[in-house]
């Protein structure tokens, strides 16, 4: 097993990646050279006929070599074959490890372009198809990041190949599971897989919708909970996330509107309450960083009207400079906790957010308390 790997495609900047965590590589150098060493071992083979002088590494040091390296001692030097020492480089820098955000927009924009929408519209061609050694080699995360990130997207493994399901698509089968739940009288944290495939098998024939019973299956597992140890316990029985279910139906509803167009907040609320069929409740904390809030005035001019939009971090820039530009350009005043959503991706904690925005953004205290950030560049 394999502890540490650099990744990154001919044209990257290198990444090392631990099975866990991502690390820039910086180039540090330092006021002290570093010389390497490794001793000259004379030797006699019994096929020689003359002796001959080998070089080569030896990892073995005598002890008193180890307790004080840069001292020779005269009879060392006549007793041991190690008498003498090749310089095997001169070092003058070290590459220091920097935890940073890993690089998982490569693996998005890959699998976009193989997404599954059931067989009947497949195609024989596999160019863009991906096994998990190939996403392995071409994204700059490690193995847990990219897993999370398969796992958090709902990604199947199909024929072995890593796949995302086109989104109309799984919108379609987690309907119909909901539906269903709510038609057998079930508890959303109580599904019973086999009855759920089974009344959706009879009541639309995979031959017509083109939702196989491994589809269904999938579909409860990924947007169940992740405490494996009570779904085991309960015997095929699943209990849905809110979480996952409420974002994946409000993030459906409002990016498959047209382009631009807004929904009013009050009919948009209750849309998405509509499709969670009274299982989850509809929040917009589920949603966030994946919409703004739009304030028009209404005929009264005393009154305002609220129009929320589809607007998703994972459209913006990765560069921190070019997200904030962007940011502004949309709103030029944002609050605290709207902002924030909308720059965790480029940071690992809370704290280097604030540094972030400390860099990037003007922060402004509001009578109220509150803080309200707009753009450092003067137009």
């Known amino acids: 097993m394999k502890v540490f790997q650099v990744r990154g495609l001919e044209k990257d900047t290198a990444v090392l990646c631990t099975p866990t965590q991502t690390f820039s590589l910086q180039r540090a150098h330092t006021s002290n050279m570093l010389i390497p060493i490794a001793p000259i071992i004379e030797s006699r083979s019994s096929n020689d006929t003359d002796m001959d002088m080998e070089l080569e590494m030896d990892t073995r040091i005598?002890?008193?070599?180890?307790?004080?390296?840069y001292r020779i001692d005269d009879a060392i030097l006549e007793d041991s074959p190690y008498g003498r020492q090749v310089v095997l480089d001169i070092l003058d820098s070290v590459l220091d490890l920097i935890p940073i955000s890993p690089r998982l927009e490569r693996l998005g924009e890959i699998l976009a372009k193989s997404q599954f929408e059931g067989w009947a519209h497949e195609s024989a061609s596999k160019d863009h198809l991906y096994s998990w050694e190939q996403l392995q080699s071409i994204v700059q995360a490690s193995d847990k990041e990219i897993l999370d990130w398969l796992k958090g997207h709902h990604a199947c493994l199909i024929d072995g190949h890593w796949r995302l399901f086109r989104r109309r698509f799984m919108f379609e089968i987690?309907?119909?599971?909901l539906l269903t739940i709510n038609a057998l009288g079930m508890d959303a944290s109580s599904v019973d897989m086999e009855s759920i495939c089974a009344e959706i098998e009879n009541d639309t024939p995979e031959s017509e919708s083109g939702i196989a019973s491994w589809m269904i299956k999938h579909c409860i597992i990924s947007f169940s909970e992740d405490d494996a140890s009570s779904t085991e316990a309960k015997l095929d029985h699943y209990n849905l996330s809110a979480k996952k279910v409420a974002t994946f139906m409000g993030i459906h509803l409002l990016?498959?509107?047209?382009r631009g167009h807004r929904w009013r907040l009050q009919d948009f609320m209750l849309k998405w309450s509509e499709l969670l069929q009274e299982h989850f409740k509809a929040d917009l904390q589920y949603l966030a960083g994946e919409y703004i809030v739009e304030n028009d005035r209404g005929m009264d001019k005393n009154s305002t009207q609220q129009y929320i939009r589809y607007f998703s971090k994972s459209h913006l820039p990765l560069d921190p400079a070019a997200r904030f530009t962007a940011l502004f350009e949309i709103k030029p005043k944002?609050?605290?906790p709207e902002i924030r959503p909308f720059l965790r991706d480029l940071v690992l904690d809370e704290k280097k957010l604030d540094i972030l925005l400390l860099k990037h953004a003007r922060s402004v205290k509001q009578p109220g308390g509150g803080v309200v950030y707009n753009s450092r560049v003067i137009k």
């Open 334 to 336: 944002w609050d605290g």
């Open 62 to 69: 005598g002890s008193d070599l180890q307790a004080d390296p």
């Open 255 to 258: 990016s498959s509107t047209e």
């Open 174 to 177: 987690l309907r119909d599971i």
